[in-house]
């Protein structure tokens, strides 16, 4: 006991319980001395027990000093980062202090100024398309409706408004027309919509599979290099976004007219020209709600967009855990592989181009008949000739892959590049007429076959 008080680790229950065990009853004094000598082996058979426990005691508390210790770095990287997180997703700014080259401090309002613009010089009942980041902004401080924000769980509407700011800017206006009277985009740099551009790409490819055959990362709409792709280029937000600012972009004054620009360029809003007062009569007329007076009342597409809607294919996600159909698995599956080696899914989309086109090149039978039988001399056959002649099997092999329809012609006095490749004994271009299909048994106007143009024959 004494030694469990020197360390501090004794408890009050403890000695009580060791003093009642160790409380001698009144005895004889002969047997107390015997039970003297019964104790004396048990007390040093008990050394041990303690020792063991005083070291695995000492043990842990050093390793739970050390992992303490070791750890406050982390613990505080951790902690400072949690508070940074934590205070920029609670409380979102759109007034934000910077600073101009000069190092002047500016208070940049781009953002509300454009709001409240929406609210003070349109229509109470105008609608509003923007990327869904910006709906709850929009609803909130322009007081307009949205096409989408933050809680529109509906994939496939995302998709829609995806698919109307990523197309050409002519089909994405067909598609504008029938749903909003407005659009305002972020423009300026940073994480501005031309940079997530790619991301609506991809989730419009989704639901509308035409917009990026075999690629379901889109990579076709990009900007690698910080140089658009030609998509990307032709596309509505493209447009829309760096129209009169970069050389050569101009947006198509009969169908979008620019209406408001911020005073550092961060938001851009245009009208939409020609908007189908039909659909926007329809819509209205037709809500639907869960209940009379309901607040719920799911929008309704009108039938001028019946058409772009055939084009979708409904899309389960990965969280649609509500959902009947089937998982689009397949489609998912090469998402991420596209995503995680987009080397190897260039070199497939490469391969399945060269096969697609090759397919495309392969002439029918009946279309081979219609060279067949127009027999004149020209440019084309008098280059073949002087292929064959000369033997360039290579500049000859470049013309069977890449104009297969040039083999079939045929001069004036009936005869093409099988009866001179006979005539000159050219193996290797025989084998390339074989192989484009160019027959061995047709005959010139003599009644004279390629075969018996032999070289040897001569």
């Not at 409380?91 to 454009?114: F, V, W």
């Not at 990327?131 to 096409?147: C, E, S, V």
Request: hydrophobic share 35%; aromatic share 10%; proline share 4%.
């Amino acid at each position: 006991i004494d030694v469990w008080n020197d360390i501090g680790l004794a408890n009050d229950d403890y000695v009580s319980a060791v003093e009642i065990e160790t409380k001698p009853k009144a005895k004889s004094k002969k047997k107390q001395n015997a039970d003297a000598k019964k104790t004396e082996p048990t007390k040093s058979s008990s050394s041990p027990n303690f020792i063991t426990q005083l070291i695995v005691r000492s043990f842990w508390f050093c390793a739970l000093y050390f992992l303490f210790h070791a750890s406050q770095d982390h613990i505080k990287e951790f902690k400072d980062r949690s508070i940074q997180v934590s205070a920029h997703m609670s409380h979102p700014s759109i007034i934000i202090k910077t600073q101009d080259n000069q190092g002047r401090m500016l208070t940049m309002d781009d953002y509300r100024e454009a709001y409240w613009w929406l609210r003070d010089n349109t229509p109470e009942d105008a609608r509003i398309m923007a990327w869904w980041d910006y709906g709850y902004q929009i609803t909130a401080i322009a007081n307009r409706t949205t096409i989408a924000d933050g809680n529109t769980w509906n994939h496939e509407h995302i998709a829609l408004l995806g698919r109307a700011l990523t197309s050409p800017l002519k089909d994405g206006h067909r598609i504008a027309r029938h749903l909003a009277d407005y659009v305002l985009l972020w423009t300026g740099g940073g994480g501005d919509d031309l940079a997530k551009s790619p991301h609506l790409a991809r989730i419009a490819n989704s639901v509308y599979r035409h917009m990026c055959p075999g690629d379901p990362t889109c990579s076709r709409f990009s900007a690698p290099g910080g140089n658009p792709s030609p998509m990307m280029r032709e596309s509505l937000l493209f447009k829309l976004h760096s129209g009169g600012l970069v050389p050569g972009v101009e947006v198509d004054k009969n169908r979008f007219k620019e209406v408001y620009k911020s005073k550092y360029g961060k938001v851009r809003i245009y009208r939409v020209l020609s908007v189908s007062k039909e659909s926007k009569e329809w819509v209205k007329n037709n809500r639907r709600c869960d209940a009379e007076g309901s607040w719920y009342c799911p929008g309704q597409y009108p039938p001028g967009l019946q058409k772009v809607l055939k084009d979708k294919k409904d899309f389960k996600q990965l969280e649609d855990f509500n959902a009947k159909s089937e998982a689009d698995d397949d489609y998912q599956r090469k998402y991420f592989e596209h995503l995680n080696d987009p080397q190897k899914a260039a070199a497939a989309r490469r391969a399945q181009k060269k096969g697609t086109e090759a397919k495309k090149m392969t002439l029918s039978q009946n279309e081979i008949k219609q060279i067949n039988l127009k027999w004149e001399n020209n440019d084309i056959t008098s280059t073949l000739f002087g292929l064959v002649r000369d033997n360039d099997v290579d500049s000859f092999k470049s013309i069977v892959q890449s104009t297969p329809h040039y083999v079939h012609m045929r001069s004036k006095d009936g005869r093409g590049p099988m009866w001179w490749a006979h005539e000159h004994g050219r193996k290797e271009i025989v084998s390339l007429l074989k192989s484009a299909g160019v027959s061995e048994k047709l005959r010139d106007k003599d009644g004279i076959t390629p075969l018996e143009l032999n070289e040897d024959e001569f």
